[in-house]
């Protein structure tokens, strides 16, 4: 029997993606070991999605080239659609990106190749720690009160970041797409992942039966735009949540990653949908709180409209969770057009804010704009969000109660490789 190590860092889409990948090669007669040097294949799932990502992937790939024994070693995912260029300074042998499963077939010489519904669980993110060298050219690079001051507050940040995340225990991930159908001038992602491609509802629904008659309660839709699902198959999400809340159990569904300008199109029946109680969470990544920083990112919606939604759901559904994200030093944002930013984190009642310093991805739109912004003063405007942002939480969460992640959620009971890598 041949053995496999398979890993992954990046986010949900990445580590279910992984998770399938596993359970292909289980399925075709492979063992799954957590010891890169017992492995005869190892495959890594690369993130590219900003600069720090790519740089973290290609640590781990060294490191993982030098634990090897022997083993092939194959890179896939994001980074090698993105990026292939950086890869190939540290790796010169097979690469595939995100979702070939059909790559992955032929390498193996399976006759057919997996599906998309192998796995309902996220493999954990792998990382190791950075060599003493990596610290100390990061800090010389970056050494600033500003960059300090963050790194303080980052670790309180992080615990929050935690509790207020779609990745939590006893949790059933169902992947319902692929790609998205937007533009935004700063995403590497679409390189990587595409045009939209939607899992049928039919599918998706029985994937949820299936959670349901195993027991969860709690069930995360993943996808790169969970928003747009289905624009390729002439129907969209509010059809597929149609079908969910109908069924019957108490359970919560969550949505990682909800465009707004769907959400602004489809306010009224996404409202409807909400009013049976069982959608409990929804990322709506706002970006910026400047109309011009919004059109230059090309998101599709004034921050008049995001507002507007937002407070219709927050109005009518009190205690549904919505997380967004904010990208800090967007070539050419002004002091100005920063502080309408923070201004609209005071005036939105968000329950958790993801933070992105601007990072130049190949291939994008944004990476040839002018008015970069000098690393010095993205710094600052991250840490002035940062900590506007934790006072915030404090204030909403006064006593919250902070539980370390699983290694892999919803799979200890379902006969899948449980341990830590």
Request: net charge positive.
């Amino acid at each position: 029997m041949k053995t496999a190590c398979v890993l992954t860092n990046g986010c949900p889409e990445n580590r279910i993606d992984t998770a399938g990948m596993q359970e292909f090669l289980k399925s075709k007669g492979w063992s799954i070991t957590n010891k890169v040097s017992d492995a005869d294949l190892v495959l890594f799932n690369a993130c590219g999605l900003t600069v720090e990502n790519a740089e973290s992937s290609i640590r781990l790939i060294k490191h993982l080239k030098s634990q090897k024994n022997g083993s092939r070693f194959i890179v896939c995912g994001c980074l090698p659609r993105i990026n292939p260029e950086s890869i190939r300074s540290v790796h010169n042998d097979v690469m595939f990106g995100s979702d070939n499963m059909n790559a992955l077939a032929a390498l193996i010489d399976a006759e057919e190749s997996p599906g998309c519904d192998l796995a309902n669980f996220l493999l954990p993110s792998y990382n190791i720690a950075p060599g003493l060298g990596w610290i100390i050219t990061h800090v010389k690079a970056n050494l600033n009160l500003y960059f300090v001051l963050s790194k303080l507050l980052e670790r309180k940040y992080k615990e929050y970041y935690d509790m207020i995340n779609i990745v939590s225990p006893n949790t059933h991930y169902i992947k319902v797409s692929t790609g998205c159908v937007s533009s935004c001038s700063y995403c590497a992602v679409k390189i990587s992942r595409g045009t939209l491609r939607s899992k049928p509802i039919e599918k998706v629904v029985a994937e949820f039966k299936a959670g349901l008659e195993q027991g969860y309660k709690k069930f995360a839709l993943i996808g790169t735009d969970v928003g747009c699902y289905g624009r390729d198959q002439k129907t969209n999400l509010v059809q597929l949540l149609d079908e969910l809340v109908a069924l019957p159990g108490n359970f919560e569904i969550r949505i990682r990653n909800f465009h707004p300008r769907f959400l602004i199109e489809m306010l009224p029946d996404v409202v409807k949908v909400c009013r049976s109680g069982k959608v409990g969470f929804l990322g709506l990544a706002a970006q910026s709180g400047n109309n011009r920083i919004l059109q230059l990112m090309r998101r599709g919606y004034s921050i008049e409209e995001y507002k507007h939604a937002f407070n219709a759901l927050r109005k009518e559904f009190p205690h549904i969770k919505v997380r967004t994200q904010f990208i800090v030093g967007f070539p050419g944002e002004t002091e100005r057009e920063f502080e309408d930013t923070l201004q609209l984190i005071d005036e939105v009642d968000f329950d958790f804010i993801e933070l992105f310093m601007f990072s130049p991805r190949p291939g994008t739109k944004a990476n040839s704009l002018p008015g970069a912004i000098p690393r010095a003063v993205i710094q600052k405007r991250y840490y002035r969000i940062l900590r506007k942002t934790l006072q915030n939480l404090s204030h909403k969460y006064p006593r919250p109660v902070f539980t370390p992640k699983p290694v892999f959620e919803g799979a200890k009971n379902q006969g899948y490789f449980v341990g830590k890598v």
